[in-house]
């Protein structure tokens, strides 16, 4: 069968032929639809995120959209290896396996399944996120941050706050559900006083995409303007400013903040699943705004490379 291959370490896949995959006891084989490619589907295929099981050569991809024998139409997550989403075919635990709504074309399924999972795994499993709650979206101008501000707004936050560093990507958060935006683009000191202002007025929940020095800041500012007691719940999800902070010890002894992950291991299996079954009912409900391209399976060698952050590249099939 036609497949993505990434046949070592670092290497970017190449289009090309795979073995085929045979169903075990308890898996499905599923003609794929569509595959989308997000940072988790980039970190595991460099062999440098903590789920990545650096067998090669194998097929890349977590999740996607296709056909069972009998026709039906699925979302699936976390094919077995070394069979991945990017491919003709692929085998996957039938338990994760899940309808996709009539309302839903396979493509914007895959493309809004893996970000809009991170927020509400984040926001209804982790943070327990209660309605009129204020909740501060740190790194929001991904594909990723722009679903987050709006799955926000479904789940009942009252208020949102927005950071980014693309001005004009942070404007139009305001659109989308955005009731106060902060550019990272400023000095330390000015960014930790607004950051100060913010908190000293109540921020319940912060999803945290990018770690780094913008989250050291933070950090820091919530321990210092925060309210005495209130507990200020940290989720964080992606790493795209960097893996550590220099995080001083006062911050946790002279504060309430409550720090946890939001992904793979932190959130059983069936929790994303449920997070995903969210995000569909609510996009064929509400409707999401989403950018993604489809793209040929047989483009990946060029379209892996020039895909970004700010649009969700699908590959489709058939």
Avoid at 90 to 105: E, G, K, M, W
Avoid at 195 to 215: H, N, P, Q, T
Wanted: glycine letters at 10%; aromatic letters at 6%; a neutral charge.
């Amino acid at each position: 069968m036609k497949a993505a291959i990434v046949r070592g370490a670092g290497q970017s896949p190449v289009y090309g032929d795979f073995d085929e995959p045979v169903a075990g006891e308890g898996e499905v084989r599923l003609a794929v639809t569509a595959a989308s490619v997000s940072h988790l589907v980039k970190v595991r295929a460099a062999g440098t995120h903590y789920s990545a099981a650096n067998q090669f050569p194998f097929v890349p991809g977590v999740d996607g959209v296709g056909r069972r024998d009998d026709g039906s139409r699925v979302y699936f997550f976390l094919p077995r290896a070394p069979f991945g989403s990017m491919a003709e075919r692929t085998v996957v635990a039938a338990a994760q396996c899940i309808a996709v709504p009539d309302r839903l074309d396979d493509a914007t399924a895959a493309a809004i399944a893996n970000p809009g999972m991170s927020s509400w795994a984040a926001l209804a499993e982790r943070a327990k996120l209660k309605a009129g709650e204020t909740v501060l979206v740190n790194g929001a101008t991904g594909t990723s941050g722009r679903l987050a501000v709006q799955i926000a707004k479904v789940l009942g936050a009252k208020k949102v706050i927005a950071t980014g560093r693309n001005p004009a990507s942070l404007q139009a958060l305001a659109a989308l559900g955005a009731d106060v935006t902060i550019s990272l683009l400023q000095d330390d000191a000015s960014l930790e006083r607004q950051f100060r202002e913010l908190f000293a007025d109540g921020v319940d929940v912060v999803l945290d995409y990018i770690y780094g020095k913008s989250a050291e800041t933070l950090l820091v500012a919530a321990a210092k303007a925060g309210p005495d007691g209130v507990p200020i719940r940290f989720v964080q999800i992606g790493a795209l400013s960097g893996t550590t902070v220099a995080l001083p010890a006062a911050v946790l002894r002279s504060s309430s903040i409550v720090m946890m992950g939001s992904g793979l291991g932190s959130v059983s299996k069936a929790g994303l699943l449920a997070a995903i079954s969210g995000v569909f009912a609510a996009a064929a409900s509400k409707g999401f705004d989403i950018a993604f391209k489809p793209v040929p399976l047989s483009e990946v060698e060029t379209a892996w490379q020039a895909d970004d952050s700010t649009s969700r590249t699908v590959f489709t099939l058939g």
